[in-house]
C-alpha cells in the first residue's frame, strides 16, 4: 500500500481496477510519465495508474510510436484517455495544464534536458512568470 499527501489529496492504497481508477480521476493527482522503459513499465510506472487518488494523463517516449504502442499493450490497466506523445515539448504544450506532476523515467544522462524542456513547457505563453507548479 502507498500512503502519500500532494495538496490536501490523500494518496492510499493500490487499487487492481481499471474502474477503481477512473472513478477517482476527479480528485486524483494527474501524472505524465517522460521516459517508459522497463524500470518505469514494471517498477514504478504501475503506481501512477493503479493508486488510488492518482492517475496517468499522459506518456511520453522518443522512440517514434513507441508511447502508443506501450498505451496499446497496457489498455486494460490504463485509465481511459492517457495520451501518447514523441516529445516532452509537445507534450506540454498539449497536456501541460492538466497534469500536476511529471516522472522522468529517462535515462538518467537526459533527466537535465527533461526538466529543463518541463519547466520551459510551464513557463510557455505566460511570458515566463510559470503558469504551471508541478
Not at 50 to 55: A, D, H, L, M, V
Request: proline letters at 4%.
Amino acid at each position: 500500500a502507498i500512503s502519500a499527501r500532494h495538496e490536501n489529496k490523500q494518496i492510499t492504497t493500490m487499487s487492481s481496477s481499471r474502474k477503481e481508477a477512473d472513478d477517482d480521476v476527479g480528485d486524483a493527482v494527474r501524472w505524465a510519465i517522460v521516459g517508459l522503459g522497463d524500470v518505469c513499465a514494471v517498477k514504478s510506472g504501475p503506481a501512477f495508474y493503479k493508486c488510488r487518488g492518482s492517475t496517468l494523463a499522459a506518456v511520453m517516449r522518443r522512440t517514434p510510436g513507441a508511447a502508443r504502442e506501450w498505451i496499446e499493450n497496457n489498455a486494460a490497466d490504463l485509465p481511459s484517455g492517457v495520451a501518447a506523445f514523441e516529445s516532452v515539448e509537445r507534450m506540454m504544450e498539449e497536456v501541460g495544464t492538466q497534469v500536476d506532476a511529471v516522472y522522468v523515467a529517462s535515462p538518467p544522462g537526459a533527466h537535465l534536458e527533461n526538466v529543463r524542456q518541463i519547466v520551459a513547457g510551464c513557463d510557455e505563453g505566460d511570458g515566463g512568470k510559470g503558469r504551471r507548479k508541478l
